[in-house]
Every structure is written in structure tokens, then in C-alpha cells.
């Protein structure tokens, strides 16, 4: 459900490519990434190869551990609540705008 919920939020906060340049950031700023507009301002939003694949700590994977799936995460950076995994153990709940 949190998951669902940061993706809704990401997919929100997407804004076409010709906004993102006009706010100063140009698409080749964001290689392999796209760039959306958060409240912190524009950021480039990277899918990541081993999204979806079983973890136990955030070393194995390129982003993050969740904690709720124990699967890697999709993108970087993340958006939402959500609480990742080190060592198996849940680390206390962060909320990213």
C-alpha cells in the first residue's frame, strides 16, 4: 500500500520535459533519469535496474531495501513514507517530500 501510495505521489509530480527546462534544469542533466518537479524543486528521478528483486538490507540493491515488500525500490530518490531494511531489521518510517 505505501509503495502504491509513493508511486502515485512520483507519477503526480511529473511535469512534461519542456517545463523542467524552463526551470533551469535540462534533460541532459538527468542521463538514464527523467525530471519531475517536487516541492523541493526540479529532480531527476532515475529507475533502477534491480527494482523488484528479494533484498534483506540496502546494500543489496542500488536504491533502497523497503522494508514492507523486501524487494529493492523502483527509483531514486523516493518520495512518500516508507521504511527500509539493514541487516533484516526495519528502520524507523521516513516520510520524503
Avoid at 10 to 29: F, H, N, R, T
Avoid at 71 to 79: E, L, R
Amino acid at each position: 500500500m505505501r509503495r502504491v501510495l509513493a508511486l502515485a505521489l512520483l507519477l503526480a509530480a511529473c511535469v512534461p520535459q519542456s517545463k523542467a527546462e524552463d526551470a533551469g534544469q535540462p534533460q541532459a542533466d538527468c542521463p538514464g533519469g527523467k525530471m519531475v518537479v517536487t516541492m523541493s524543486g526540479p529532480t531527476c528521478v532515475r529507475l533502477l535496474p534491480d527494482a523488484g528483486k528479494a533484498c534483506t538490507s540496502n546494500d543489496q540493491c542500488e536504491g533502497s531495501c523497503m522494508a514492507d515488500s523486501r524487494t529493492c525500490s523502483a527509483s531514486t530518490p523516493m518520495f512518500g513514507c516508507f521504511s527500509t531494511l539493514e541487516n533484516g531489521v526495519a528502520t524507523p518510517m521516513l516520510c520524503v517530500d
